[in-house]
């Protein structure tokens, strides 16, 4: 008899049948205890998912933190039946977890999402320097132009503190705002055009062109004025009537 074979006879012994088997009972109640630990792991993601979206909502319409206050207290009286709401604890009292999912959650996501889908593509870089008022020193923001779902996208990609600085400091700290960008994608550096920016256009476009052999993209101080003329002209010399319809669609 092969070993197989010998193995389920073994079980089929009369002997066998004496052997103690599991409980009924133990078994249904494991089986408990596992649908209970899924539901658990259910119910604590779609918390999670709640907060998540709570706490968008809160950046998104500019509240403070402190808006979301015993926020918990409205949701189990609103929603008493829901066990999502009752688990719902984005307090701001004591955790501050509003601002925790913000600044080390949600922030961080949105940035490396930004940073890969910029690496993908070929981007123009808006700077602009401006006197922060609560902190009463000159802030440079970093916004960034690229193609996206058929349109062109501008969004805020940095922000740096620069003090009393001159042309040097404003490119050394450009540099490092941008450093987690391919900078050789940048197509075209777009300036507010104070005489100081001159400057550093000048030497971010010789550090460009040593780093990488090719030139940015210069089309004057202000982009967007140059390059909506320039559309116009053009629209004037093509065909008179379509500026006509131009300006009838932009103000329909």
Same mark, same amino acid.
């Given at each position: 008899? @092969? ?49 998540? &979206? ?13 808006? @979301? ?5 409205? &949701? ?42 910029? @690496? ?38 940095? *922000?740096?503190?620069?003090?009393? *600085? ?23 550096? /777009? ?29 004057? /101080?202000? /982009? ?21 319809? @131009? ?6």
């Amino acid at each position: 008899m @092969n070993v197989v074979g010998s193995y389920f006879n073994d079980k089929n012994t009369p002997e066998s049948k004496h052997q103690p088997q599991h409980s009924p009972s133990l078994s249904a109640a494991s089986s408990t205890l596992n649908i209970g630990n899924i539901e658990s792991r259910v119910v604590k993601n779609d918390v999670l998912d709640a907060e998540i &979206l709570g706490t968008l909502k809160t950046v998104k319409n500019h509240c403070s933190y402190k808006a @979301n206050e015993d926020i918990e207290k409205m &949701l189990h009286r609103m929603f008493p039946d829901s066990t999502i709401a009752s688990k719902f604890l984005c307090r701001e009292k004591k955790k501050k977890k509003t601002a925790y999912y913000a600044a080390f959650g949600i922030t961080p996501y949105l940035e490396n999402l930004l940073q890969e889908n910029l @690496n993908k593509k070929n981007f123009v870089l808006l700077f602009d320097e401006s006197l922060n008022m609560m902190r009463q020193e000159k802030q440079m923001d970093i916004h960034v132009w690229y193609w996206q779902q058929n349109r062109i996208s501008t969004i805020y990609f940095n *922000s740096v503190f620069l003090g009393h *600085s001159g042309s040097s400091d404003i490119f050394e700290e450009f540099l490092s705002a941008i450093a987690k960008l391919k900078f050789f994608k940048t197509i075209q550096i /777009s300036m507010d055009g104070p005489n100081v920016n001159w400057k550093f256009y000048s030497m971010l476009q010789d550090y460009y062109c040593k780093k990488f052999g090719k030139n940015l993209l210069n089309i004057g /101080s202000c /982009s967007l004025h140059i390059m909506h003329n320039a559309f116009k002209v053009g629209v004037l010399q093509a065909h008179g009537e379509l500026w006509i319809f @131009n300006c009838i669609v932009l103000f329909v």
